[in-house]
C-alpha cells in the first residue's frame, strides 16, 4: 500500500538519551518534512529535505538531526532528549520541491513521543 | 515568516453550515492549503488555492483573497464525521508550509 510509514507509533523515553524516528515513503516524492505538533501551536517545520541528500532547517530545529540518504527514508534523531521534546511527531512528503501546482504534503500516522 | 490566525472552536448542527476563517500575514505567498485531522490521526488534504475566488469540492469549498490575507473553508450539510480539527496552512516563496494552531468543530445531533 502507498504511503509513509513512521516508527514506532509511541516511544516513552527517559531525558538525556538518544532516539531516532523513522519514516519511510513509497511515493518516490523528492521532498519531505519533520513536524512536531503541541496543543495550542498547531504543526511547526523541524527540518526538511528537497532531494535525496540534501537537507534545511525549519523553524524549531535545535536539539533536533536529519539525514536523507536515499528518495524513501527521512530520519530524525533527537541526540540527547528533554522534556520539551516530548511531542507528536509527523513527517510528511510532497512531489515537488514547489514546481508544481500544488505539491500537496501527505503525512504520516505520526510518532507519539514522551520524555520523561 | 508567517502569522496565521484561525479561531479555536466552533460549534454546529448536523446539517448546518460552517464557515472557518483564517487571515495570514506572510513573507511570501505561493498558496493556502486546508487540512482535516481526526483526534489521534494525521492531517489529510482538504482543498488548494493559489489564485483569488472559490473551489468547491462536494460539501467543502475553500475561499482566498491574496489582498487581504484572508481565506475560508466553508463545510455544507455537516455530518457528525465532519467533528474535526481544521488547519489553515500557507505556502511560503521558499515552498514551505506553515501552518495556523488549528480550528476544532465540533458537530452536534
Known amino acids: 500500500i502507498a504511503g509513509i510509514t513512521q516508527a514506532p507509533t509511541s516511544q516513552i523515553l527517559a531525558a538525556g538519551r538518544r532516539m531516532t524516528l523513522r519514516c519511510t515513503q513509497d511515493?518516490?516524492?523528492?521532498?519531505m518534512y519533520w513536524y512536531r505538533q503541541d496543543l495550542g501551536l498547531g504543526l511547526r517545520l523541524i527540518h526538511y529535505s528537497n532531494t535525496a541528500g540534501t537537507t534545511g532547517k525549519g523553524e524549531v530545529p535545535d536539539g533536533y538531526s536529519v539525514s536523507r540518504a536515499n528518495t524513501d527514508d527521512f530520519p530524525l534523531t533527537l541526540a540527547s532528549a528533554v522534556p520539551s521534546q516530548t511531542s507528536v511527531y509527523f513527517c510528511?512528503?510532497?512531489?515537488?520541491?514547489?514546481?508544481?501546482?500544488?505539491?500537496?504534503?501527505?503525512f504520516g500516522p505520526g510518532t507519539r513521543l514522551t520524555v520523561l | 515568516g508567517q502569522n496565521i490566525d484561525q479561531p479555536t472552536e466552533m460549534t454546529a448542527t448536523e446539517g448546518a453550515i460552517v464557515q472557518i476563517n483564517c487571515t495570514y500575514q506572510t513573507s511570501g505567498f505561493n498558496g493556502l492549503f486546508w487540512y482535516q485531522q481526526h483526534a489521534g490521526e494525521a492531517p489529510t488534504f482538504l482543498s488548494y488555492?493559489?489564485?483569488?475566488g472559490l473551489e468547491e469540492k462536494g460539501r467543502f469549498s475553500s475561499f482566498l483573497s491574496r489582498s487581504k490575507g484572508y481565506s475560508y473553508l466553508l463545510l455544507k450539510e455537516l455530518q457528525m464525521k465532519d467533528s474535526a480539527s481544521y488547519l489553515c496552512a500557507v505556502r511560503d516563496g521558499d515552498y514551505k508550509l506553515s501552518f495556523g494552531a488549528g480550528t476544532t468543530v465540533t458537530v452536534r445531533a
Open positions: 510528511a512528503s510532497s512531489d515537488q520541491a514547489g514546481t508544481g501546482a500544488t505539491d500537496t504534503q501527505y
Open positions: 511515493m518516490r516524492h523528492n521532498a
Open positions: 488555492n493559489v489564485l483569488d
